[in-house]
């Protein structure tokens, strides 16, 4: 039976708890009177359906749910002195290792160290500067679009790390240029499903490193490029599967792949790490008054496996402000490069010509394991300003999938979702106080 609500606590969440404490502690001492500090919060109410019976980006069907974009936070924000500064945030949302659950997860739990005003340092949890909207995207309101483009967004193996930034601003008659650096590490649940076998989350620890260059000109238009590399493995210190030989075996076997070493065969080829290097470029241009272009392409190269997420993404969205309505069409695009998206096809006809049901089951169970992507996605949308710190949006997206997409859950018993229109509506209401 499902466990209603999940309130996740890891060693990385204690660590960036840890990590203030012992800041604090080396902090000069901060008299009562001249401790300043802000409660904010923020909330985004979400509501989406579409027009298919099977799950789509996780909670999404023809029955509708408030659970892909729902999210509720709130943010202490400690100032010390002039140079130490703290900041807890916390948020209530679908939880990232049950499909049934809540979570209160700590998304910022950090301390800042400000020598001056072009540095700054910060340790404990914090989110990676890696797209234009990463570090504000559970705040709808600081943005038009109801949703920030899967294509994109979900690109990455995570956006959240426990370690340490630095970041180093100059300001420059363009505008101002900051270079963010960081380290750190993350415990992650990565969820696969499975037709036969159901929804399964693989535990993984991954450690982060990179960097990313940021120009803001006058005019509020914004350019961004970045790397980013993490290095995954999991937490109980098993091997990751990188290749599936093929093996012909002859009658009653015939040919498949040995996804198990189980089934007959040399073995299946393993690594102790997995790598993603991504690199993003992104730029949110002014181009006339109340007209805007924002544009994010990600490439994601993963290494040390044949069975991963080998991706490009990017989209292209305009945005035309009228008063207090800011309509917006969004073209967005996700596509699987290089062996994962042939070794995914592959599985799919091994276990249809398969006459063994239990291998058929196992090919077709690998198939669905590696997180592959064909999609293409059109969305127009609306934004209305109902106050300052409050807007409520709509929005229609049509979604193609190709060949096939790991956001589709394919129902049990059939073959995998490919060449379909999922068409999805969407509303939201996002505050801010």
């Given at each position: ?22 800041a ?5 001492p ?18 989406a ?13 023809d029955q ?36 049934h ?18 540095w700054?340092?910060r340790?404990g949890?914090q989110r990676?500067?890696l797209?234009l909207?990463t ?12 949703r ?25 008659p363009?505008?101002?240029?900051s ?26 620890h991954?450690?982060v ?7 803001r ?11 980013y ?7 109980d ?10 093996v ?27 790598v ?7 730029a949110d ?16 190269f993963q290494?040390?496996?044949?069975l ?7 989209y292209?969205?305009?945005l ?30 091994a ?10 089951l ?16 059109l ?12 807007k ?6 049509r979604t ?24 999805t509506l969407s ?7």
């Open positions: 039976m499902p466990t209603p609500y999940v309130v996740p606590l890891n060693r990385l969440g204690l660590a960036a708890w840890l990590a203030l404490a012992t604090a502690g080396l902090m000069p901060a008299h009562a009177e001249g401790l300043d500090w802000r409660l904010s919060g923020f909330g985004t109410a979400g509501w359906q579409t027009d298919r019976p099977y799950a789509y980006q996780r909670f999404l069907s509708g749910s408030f659970k892909r974009d729902s999210v509720f936070g709130t943010q202490l924000d400690l100032q010390f002195n002039p140079a130490w500064s703290a900041t807890v945030q916390a948020t209530l949302a679908p939880s990232l290792s049950d499909d659950g809540l979570a209160v997860t700590a998304t910022w739990a950090f301390v800042s160290w400000r020598p001056d005003n072009d700054l340092v340790l949890r990676i500067p797209f909207h570090e504000n995207r559970d705040v709808g309101q600081t943005y038009d679009l109801l920030l483009p899967a294509e994109v967004y979900g690109i990455a193996p995570s956006t959240d790390m426990t370690g340490l930034s630095v970041s180093r601003t100059w300001q420059q363009a505008g101002e240029w270079l963010d650096a960081y380290a750190g590490a993350d415990d992650l649940s990565v969820r696969v499903s499975s037709r036969d076998l159901g929804t399964d989350f693989l535990r993984v991954t450690r490193v990179g960097a990313a260059l940021t120009l000109l006058e005019d509020a238009s914004t350019f961004r490029a970045s790397l590399r993490a290095t995954t493995e999991k937490r210190g098993s091997p990751l599967d990188a290749r599936y030989p093929r012909d075996a002859g009658f009653p076997l015939g040919s498949y792949y040995q996804v198990s070493n189980a089934l007959p065969g040399p073995g299946v080829d393993t690594t102790d790490t997995i993603n290097d991504v690199v993003t470029l992104g241009l002014n181009l006339a008054p109340d007209w805007r272009l924002v544009g994010e392409v990600a490439r994601n290494r040390r496996t044949d991963g997420s080998s991706t490009v993404g990017a292209l969205a305009l035309r402000r009228i008063d207090r309505v800011t309509p917006y069409v969004v073209v967005s695009h996700l596509r699987s490069l290089g062996a994962s998206m042939r070794n995914a096809q592959a599985l799919e006809q276990s249809q010509a398969a006459i063994i049901p239990d291998l058929a196992a090919q077709r169970a690998a198939g669905d394991s590696i997180p592959v992507y064909d999609q293409t996605a969305s127009l949308g609306l934004s209305y300003a109902l106050t300052p710190h409050s409520l949006k709509g929005e229609w997206m193609r999938i190709g060949k096939r997409s790991a956001m589709v859950d394919s129902p049990a018993g059939s073959a995998v979702v490919s060449r379909e229109l999922i068409n509303i939201s209401y996002s505050f801010v106080f």
